[in-house]
């Protein structure tokens, strides 16, 4: 498949970074297309375990090409800390095969300054952001004051644009939020200081993507965070402010809608969510505790434990309608291994009125899940690496969740947190590093 997009399918942390760094053995390109260092994709293979946040899973592979796209918004600090993280573990992170597109958007200081005040002035409409600054980078796009990280490269358009820019930051921080102004020499100074490192990195990245195509080279296209957590689609104003689903994939990695040609959605086997907004299927009590505790449900950025439920068929139907999924990948089907039973939930009841589809946030908020139940299999599938590895009832669990998606195929299976721990069902084979 030379071109697929790897999405997720719920509210985040489905286990793209597992997918991801799977499917990259085969890959000659990896290019995330949204997003910066709000949320992590936790990696664990043969060179241990690591927690990514900007960079693409394919950084793993000499071979593969790894390109922190357009959409992206990217704090060079993290970057470089990154970097460093990769390098001491032994990894190489070559310019020759490590590139920032020029046009991808810069995390500047005051980003993360005024993200943090924000949320703090929205007082009980908090939208549990991480305050790294994506939000208010992606409204500077928006607002057509953003720094694109090629102006790190260029002093001179730099000093000129930023002071424009910085002024109004600076009336902002200090007539809306009653803060002290940022010294506009130490900010330049700072942002000097990242060209210089990055110049290597940064680069138009458009000719070598559209090299790759023409050569029908193997390119795999990576979201962050899913579906439900779109800034058009989403449970807004609960949403990331970039556009996670498989549309796109096509605008922030610039590669032509119809070039995709393979879309998998990540599921995990059950829901999990960070941060503000409705999650119908949203357990608490001890069924939370247990899913939290076994899956290892904590924030891989902040460490904040995640909110915890069962399947959510609705939410990941509606993503598969919105995205066009070729099949799903669901992952952490483990996790469930020793309870006795488990639930799908089927539809929601709004006040009374069924809905099998997402609804707006405002009636989303009040939706009760409608369940079915099945019986768990109480036994562990970590060693599963085939179809028929999987006991009975945890197959018919997973045909049911391949019904209820709309019959899409189910491609993967993730059995364990491990690059291994991947059981391929559709007969492709991926050589395993
Ligand atoms: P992502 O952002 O979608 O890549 O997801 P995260 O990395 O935020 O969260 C997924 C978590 O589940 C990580 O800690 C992974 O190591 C872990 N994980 C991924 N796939 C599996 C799996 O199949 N089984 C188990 N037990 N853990 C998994």
Request: some cysteine.
């Amino acid at each position: 498949m030379p071109v697929t997009a790897v999405v997720g399918a719920q509210w985040g942390d489905e286990g793209k970074g597992h997918v991801v760094d799977f499917m990259a053995s085969q890959a000659h390109m990896v290019i995330r297309f949204q997003g910066g260092d709000n949320a992590g994709h936790t990696v664990v293979n043969n060179h241990g375990k690591f927690a990514l946040h900007l960079f693409p899973c394919g950084i793993f592979y000499p071979h593969v090409h790894n390109v922190l796209g357009t959409g992206m918004a990217i704090n060079p600090q993290s970057f470089l800390e990154e970097m460093t993280m990769l390098n001491d573990a032994g990894l190489e992170t070559p310019s020759s095969r490590l590139h920032i597109s020029e046009r991808a958007q810069v995390v500047m200081p005051y980003h993360v300054l005024i993200d943090g005040l924000e949320e703090e002035a929205r007082g009980k409409h908090a939208q549990g952001t991480t305050k790294r600054g994506i939000g208010p980078c992606y409204t500077d796009k928006a607002a057509r004051v953003g720094l694109r990280m090629g102006d790190l490269t260029d002093a001179g358009h730099l000093r000129e644009y930023l002071r424009h820019v910085m002024d109004v930051k600076n009336r902002l921080l200090t007539r809306v939020y009653d803060h002290d102004p940022l010294c506009y020499d130490d900010v330049l100074e700072q942002a000097l200081a990242w060209g210089k490192q990055l110049a290597p990195y940064i680069k138009n990245t458009h000719p070598l993507v559209q090299q790759a195509l023409r050569e029908d080279k193997t390119i795999l296209l990576e979201g962050q965070l899913g579906a439900l957590r779109d800034v058009n689609w989403g449970i807004y104003p609960y949403v990331t402010s970039s556009s996670p689903i498989a549309g796109g994939a096509a605008t922030g990695a610039g590669v032509p809608p119809h070039r995709i040609n393979n879309i998998i959605g990540v599921v995990k086997a059950y829901t999990t969510a960070v941060g503000e907004g409705p999650v119908p299927t949203e357990l608490d009590g001890e069924m939370e505790r247990t899913l939290r505790e076994v899956g290892e449900e904590y924030g891989a950025t902040t460490g904040r434990p995640r909110r915890c439920g069962w399947f959510d068929a609705v939410a990941v139907r509606y993503a598969a309608e919105l995205c066009g999924f070729s099949s799903i990948a669901v992952t952490k089907i483990d996790v469930l291994d020793q309870l006795p039973t488990l639930k799908l939930c089927v539809a929601y009841d709004v006040d009374g009125t069924r809905y099998e589809t997402v609804p707006d946030t405002r009636l989303m908020a009040r939706a009760q899940p409608v369940y079915e139940e099945f019986p768990g299999w109480q036994a562990s599938t970590t060693e599963a690496r085939a179809w028929h590895d999987l006991p009975p009832n945890a197959q018919a669990y997973l045909e049911r969740i391949s019904e209820l998606t709309g019959g899409l195929p189910i491609s993967m299976v993730g059995v364990g947190p491990h690059r291994n721990d991947t059981l391929v069902v559709d007969g492709q084979h991926y050589e395993v590093a």
